[in-house]
């Protein structure tokens, strides 16, 4: 009897990690299949950046990109002293994050959207780096950090799409630049402006030995022009927990014939600062909704967004804005 007993348990665990390898197998292959179908992705290089202005753009301000290194190597900030520090120079940033240069007109306005919740060190590393690199470049900008109100699963593609939301309605910008809290520029060279095609300015990245995975990466810092980020109708609403709407977004650039514009490696270098790892509670319905994002992109995104702003405050650094987004589907908690 006892025996039986051992071989029936024997087979229900050879049986469950069976079924667990098969379901790797079957994701790494899924998710190898959605990349080679979403391998059209044109890129091209974007402007170089360091290229000197024309008589005719006297009024403009000219950028200032020479290569320096930013201090990222930091882990620690003191965010008080760093606001006490901006607050003592001329010109400073302020209330909610904005700034606009003195003496010549910036070249592009720019709406920095920050999806964010629970990682106040990393957007203290991450402004204490940021705003002095967008000084240097003479923009003109504004810092959104959209902020999911509750504490159901995170869902970065709504706040993205909040964000721009709050921005547009706001003085006319240039450019919309998404961007991961847990990304920093190692140089002023990563120039954060929009292009003739959106940007992918998180080129190089020190987590993935400074290369792309894979061609249609667009994922960590996103630059569009405005008629762009509305053409392929915003983020995908459906992605509830970490991965996935970022290749999304590639597979509705694709649809919508647009390429991606990158600078070098070299130039474009990011630091991602160590957490933990990001709830990734659906992975099947990950796959599953990658595998049609092109035929859902009209009926998912900016067009369908339906959210409720909560509250907001003007930091001294930045706009903080808390956006109610909802909550995963009963369907969903349900799996």
């Not at 993205?160 to 709050?166: I, P």
């Not at 990658?290 to 003007?314: I, Q």
Request: net charge neutral; proline share 5%.
């Amino acid at each position: 009897m006892i025996s039986c007993i051992r071989n029936v348990l024997w087979f229900i665990v050879s049986l469950n990690v069976l079924c667990i390898f098969v379901y790797s197998l079957y994701t790494v292959y899924h998710q190898r299949v959605i990349r080679e179908k979403f391998s059209y992705l044109k890129a091209v290089m974007c402007d170089d950046p360091t290229k000197n202005i024309t008589s005719s753009d006297l009024d403009l301000c000219c950028a200032f990109t020479n290569g320096m290194q930013l201090k990222s190597s930091r882990n620690k900030y003191e965010l008080s002293q760093f606001i006490q520090q901006q607050s003592n120079v001329i010109n400073p940033v302020k209330p909610g994050g904005i700034w606009s240069p003195s003496g010549c007109v910036a070249r592009q306005r720019v709406a920095i959207i920050i999806p964010f919740r629970g990682r106040q060190q990393h957007l203290t590393i991450l402004l204490t780096d940021l705003i002095p690199l967008l000084k240097n470049q003479q923009l003109g900008f504004q810092i959104f950090v959209i902020e999911q109100f509750g504490s159901g699963v995170f869902n970065k593609g709504r706040l993205m799409n909040a964000g721009f939301f709050e921005a547009f309605g706001r003085p006319s910008f240039d450019c919309y630049i998404f961007h991961d809290v847990d990304l920093v520029p190692e140089t002023n060279m990563s120039v954060y402006t929009c292009e003739e095609w959106p940007k992918h300015l998180s080129v190089a990245v020190d987590k993935l030995n400074y290369r792309l995975p894979y061609p249609n990466l667009v994922g960590g810092v996103l630059a569009f022009r405005p008629e762009h980020f509305v053409a392929v109708n915003g983020y995908s609403n459906e992605y509830w927990g970490w991965g996935g709407e970022d290749d999304d977004m590639a597979a509705r650039m694709i649809q919508m014939g647009l390429g991606v514009c990158r600078q070098s490696a070299e130039s474009s270098r990011y630091r991602m600062i160590p957490h933990d790892p990001s709830e990734m509670p659906y992975p099947a319905r990950r796959n599953t909704l990658l595998s049609n994002a092109e035929r859902r992109m009209f009926n998912d995104g900016l067009g369908n967004l339906v959210y409720k702003r909560t509250s907001e405050s003007r930091q001294p650094l930045y706009t903080h804005i808390v956006v109610d987004i909802g909550s995963e589907p009963l369907t969903l908690t349900q799996q």
